[in-house]
């Protein structure tokens, strides 16, 4: 509701009059009522005296006057830092700047240096092409790096050391080599104290890594993802690589999966490295262990292990053409090992034992015998191609260009069993002996599978067969073994219909 009004709407005749000859109030704020010639009367208020001092307006003067000091400060710094960064960047990109930075690199490195193509802005530093070369006493040969891009510190452009976050790559390609003993290692001395080039990460989408030799290359990984890491948590410089190919001379092709490697006192430890078939994305092969590169006369050693891996990934296409299957490595005090001694005439020697993968089996093919057997034993077709899917084992062994299936023993419960070596040479000469072991129960009296036959032993009977040829031509000595026991008195002749022993075990059957 409004409020009440202060005066009323009407006065009587008495009430007006006595508000005109009332005494004017004491009041000096509300005024002093005074009539005017004309008879009209008003309120004549006393004028008020300005302060001299006004605290509010002369604060916001004050406050104001402040600002205007810190904008023109403000601006005065932004000038002067844009006048020193254009300054840095004019230093940085002149010849003394880009020669005291190709001197820190080979400082650092140790390296003769190349740097073509440099430019740095404020916030990065670009090449087109850095190359790195190292005395022959160094296990590095060379380095060719291909447009570079560092993530750089503001101290970058006037301090004494050049650091930053990263450095990115385009493409990055190493050249190994077997070091020279006695030879320098550095081309320059090493540095005294902390690192004149410091940055925590070198990153590398295309990684190419080559392992030179006397004859050509040792090794080789192309295409592989890579990040150097300077300072790890442990305190070790660290490499870590992520897929690539990986060749290596006689061996199948293999790829790498990824691979963690830490370098510490002239030697280098693999954390890890996990191999993977060529074709394929499942089983793999793992290596670990210590590298020691400047020691020629000592030998080094790294753990080998295989899950669920091909056996053609290791014994290659050929000799897969005879016996193939996926295979677990198996512990071992003697094997399961890859050893090699940092010198040109050293040769890698491999050995792994072995056991059928889980859900997989070894299948042996392409023998001769087999297919005489599957027909002497009711045409079987198993026996042609049979497969040992629960009790299979061996040891693989490469080594000077040979390999070898030592110790293999492969088992079929109830229908065949095989032990003995296998060998492929480098000039694909194929060697071994099989035992050959089939159960009593499946041999009938009348076989002429008992003519070659020994007695039965553990409820198997047994003969032996000398293997040569090559993987692509296997040759057994089954016929020739036949033919000599139907010669032995003691082989009464096969008076029974069908075909003959002679006619079962011609080659051309």
Not at 64 to 91: D, E, K, P, T
Not at 367 to 381: A, G, I, N, W
Request: a neutral charge; hydrophobic letters at 35%; aromatic letters at 6%.
């Amino acid at each position: 509701m409004p409020d009440a009004p202060s005066e009323p709407e009407k006065y009587s005749i008495d009430e007006m009059m006595s508000r005109l000859t009332a005494p004017a109030s004491e009041d000096s704020s509300k005024g002093e009522l005074v009539t005017r010639a004309d008879g009209s009367q008003a309120m004549r208020v006393r004028k008020r005296k300005r302060r001299s001092s006004q605290p509010i307006k002369e604060r916001a003067e004050r406050n104001r006057r402040v600002r205007m000091v810190q904008v023109s400060a403000a601006l005065i710094l932004l000038l002067l830092a844009g006048v020193a960064i254009a300054a840095g960047v004019v230093y940085a990109n002149s010849k003394p700047f880009r020669e005291n930075l190709v001197a820190k690199i080979a400082q650092s490195t140790g390296a003769e240096t190349d740097l073509n193509t440099f430019r740095m802005n404020p916030r990065t530093a670009n090449s087109g092409k850095l190359t790195l070369n190292w005395p022959q006493g160094n296990v590095l040969e060379t380095l060719n790096l291909r447009g570079l891009s560092a993530e750089i510190f503001p101290a970058s452009f006037l301090g004494k050391a050049f650091s930053g976050e990263q450095i990115k790559v385009d493409e990055a390609s190493l050249t190994l080599r077997l070091p020279s003993p006695g030879e320098l290692k550095r081309a320059t001395p090493a540095s005294q104290g902390s690192l004149p080039i410091r940055f925590h990460r070198y990153r590398t989408p295309v990684f190419n890594l080559t392992l030179a030799g006397n004859d050509g290359p040792l090794l080789r990984l192309n295409r592989a993802e890579a990040t150097f890491s300077q300072e790890t948590v442990a305190g070790k410089p660290q490499l870590s690589l992520y897929r690539g190919d990986l060749a290596l001379p006689g061996w199948p092709k293999l790829r790498m999966d990824r691979a963690l490697i830490e370098f510490r006192d002239g030697q280098t430890d693999i954390i890890g490295m996990r191999l993977m078939h060529g074709s394929e994305d499942t089983g793999a092969l793992s290596l670990s262990g210590r590298i020691a590169p400047y020691t020629a006369d000592r030998s080094s050693s790294l753990d080998v292990g295989l899950e669920n891996f091909q056996l053609s990934g290791l014994i290659g296409p050929d000799f897969a053409n005879l016996i193939s299957g996926r295979v677990d490595s198996i512990p071992s005090a003697k094997s399961n090992y890859l050893s090699f001694q940092p010198h040109p005439d050293s040769s890698p020697a491999l050995e792994v034992a072995f056991s059928v993968s889980p859900l997989s089996g070894i299948e042996i093919r392409s023998l001769p015998f087999l297919v005489t057997l599957s027909h002497l034993l009711d045409e079987d077709d198993w026996f042609e191609k049979p497969l040992f899917d629960s009790d299979a084992t061996g040891v693989l062994r490469r080594e000077n260009g040979i390999i070898s299936l030592h110790n293999l023993n492969l088992e079929s419960k109830g229908r065949l069993i095989l032990r003995g070596d296998l060998s492929v040479s480098a000039n694909q000469a194929l060697t071994g002996q099989l035992r050959v072991g089939l159960p009593d129960s499946m041999i009938p009296k009348t076989s002429p599978l008992k003519t070659i036959v020994t007695p039965a032993a553990d409820g198997y009977e047994w003969f032996t067969l000398k293997i040569s040829g090559t993987p692509a031509a296997p040759v057994d000595n089954f016929k020739e073994l036949a033919g000599q026991t139907a010669k032995s008195p003691q082989a009464a002749p096969d008076t029974s219909e069908g075909s003959s022993f002679e006619e079962l075990t011609r080659p051309d059957r």
